[in-house]
């Protein structure tokens, strides 16, 4: 009866470290995958500060064009 008692246990222990390992493989494998999202999320961020960077100096060298044109039209009517 005792060694049947002690198998029982040993299957139940056995059974709860499994368990266990699963359960910390999961959380492990969550806490990457949020890493994973955040970083994404850092160079989506960082993509779009340099696009918009981009775009201001796009904006900025057409108006300074603009504005040397009108000078240059303003220049020769005078």
Do not use: C, P
């Not at 499994?18 to 959380?27: D, L």
């Not at 064009?65 to 303003?74: F, K, Y």
């Amino acid at each position: 009866m005792i060694d049947m008692t002690q198998m029982l246990d040993s299957m139940e222990n056995s059974i709860r470290l499994q368990h266990q390992a699963r359960a910390e493989r999961r959380a492990e494998e969550a806490q990457r995958t949020q890493q994973e999202f955040k970083e994404k999320l850092h160079r989506a961020a960082v993509s779009k500060i340099e696009a918009d960077s981009t775009s201001a100096k796009l904006k900025g060298a057409e108006e300074a064009q603009r504005r040397d044109q009108l000078m240059g039209l303003l220049m020769a009517g005078l």
